[in-house]
């Protein structure tokens, strides 16, 4: 309420806590991305890794071990998986989407393990893909050259391209859809701005990108040149970014995390300001290439950094709370990403040694009582 940011302490509360389980190593490529699969309440214990030429989903056994249940190997030797997130087809067949460095996005069926469907159209490497999540057919892709893209996997068609005029100036490194606001999605880069794009006057052609029957290459794709507003938040690259409501979490190479509340003017595009509301400290986390992830409901958010560490924050608390700090000494090597359970018992972190490491919650004595 007007004054300065509520900045979290670095001593853990303690108030979960949670013990190394296992650990499962890939292979020798480091592993850039891990996610739950929340856009289908039947494998919410199942989840994806991404790396190398390399796309494996898991699930999570109760008895804290690992069971790998299919891999997709790329045809692609050269490439290199960068990002993946969980979507699904009209029908609700699960849905794997991955990109890397070779700018083709790949749809992987999960109930066959096979290659759906392979997206052309972006003209550098794909730092990032988020599905919609009220409609996990709908999915969009941040990249080097400085666009976002709206997809739908279903049909294959680029519905938007969020670029030009008022676009990013740089690589273009995280995107996140709003949780309730469909219109509304957040972008961020290199560039060190966070920009907010609205979609609502191309309401038409996202229904229509359904009902298309002609070749996806026919679509009338519509650029989006001007962001709602472009927030200067952070004062170097902008890597990973989340709505949390209307208020947005972002992440820069400054060793913290922002909670941040944008306030956009009705008229005029650009136009608002940004109020400042917790900043989350994580230290030695002053490289782009690490991302954090959050539990469904959006309470925990669990963050690795360039020695191994794991800082896990109650995201809703002021100021915030580091519920614990997880670290092990068969973890030395950067954890790129995270990926926190539904409930968020579980937390999991892939990185630069090729492993997945997977942390549960201990229950306490009193609980059980």
Request: proline residues 5%; negative net charge.
């Amino acid at each position: 309420l007007g004054c300065e940011a509520a900045v979290g302490s670095l001593v853990p509360s303690g108030s979960r806590e949670f013990k190394l389980c296992s650990k499962h190593t890939e292979g020798k490529h480091p592993l850039h991305a891990i996610g739950f699969n929340f856009a289908d309440a039947r494998y919410y214990d199942v989840f994806a890794t991404a790396g190398g030429n390399r796309v494996t989903t898991y699930r999570g056994l109760p008895d804290g071990n690992l069971a790998v249940l299919q891999a997709y190997i790329d045809a692609d030797d050269a490439q290199s998986f960068y990002t993946l997130s969980w979507a699904s087809d009209l029908a609700g067949t699960p849905l794997l989407v991955a990109a890397g460095s070779n700018r083709v996005i790949r749809v992987i069926n999960c109930a066959t393990g096979k290659l759906f469907k392979s997206l052309i159209g972006h003209g550098g490497s794909i730092n990032e893909i988020r599905t919609q999540p009220l409609k996990p057919s709908l999915f969009i892709s941040a990249s080097k050259d400085e666009s976002v893209r709206l997809w739908n996997v279903h049909t294959g068609i680029c519905i938007l391209i969020f670029a030009g005029t008022g676009g990013h100036r740089h690589d273009v490194l995280s995107v996140d859809f709003h949780p309730s606001d469909m219109h509304q999605i957040a972008s961020c880069g290199i560039d060190n701005t966070v920009k907010i794009w609205s979609m609502k006057e191309f309401r038409p052609y996202v229904q229509k990108s359904f009902t298309w029957t002609d070749l996806p290459s026919k679509f009338p794709t519509k650029v989006v040149q001007f962001p709602l507003m472009t927030c200067v938040v952070h004062s170097n690259y902008v890597n990973c970014t989340r709505w949390l409501g209307d208020f947005i979490l972002s992440k820069s190479v400054e060793n913290e995390i922002v909670l941040w509340e944008p306030k956009t003017k009705e008229q005029g595009h650009g136009e608002g300001s940004i109020d400042v509301l917790q900043k989350y400290p994580v230290p030695d986390c002053d490289i782009w290439c690490i991302k954090f992830s959050c539990d469904f409901h959006f309470n925990q958010l669990a963050i690795g950094n360039r020695e191994g560490k794991i800082y896990v924050w109650d995201v809703q608390t002021c100021p915030p709370e580091l519920i614990t700090m997880l670290s092990s000494p068969q973890c030395k090597m950067t954890i790129r990403q995270t990926a926190v359970s539904f409930d968020g018992s579980t937390i999991l972190a892939c990185g630069e040694d090729g492993s997945i490491y997977r942390w549960d919650e201990v229950e306490h004595e009193a609980a059980k009582n």
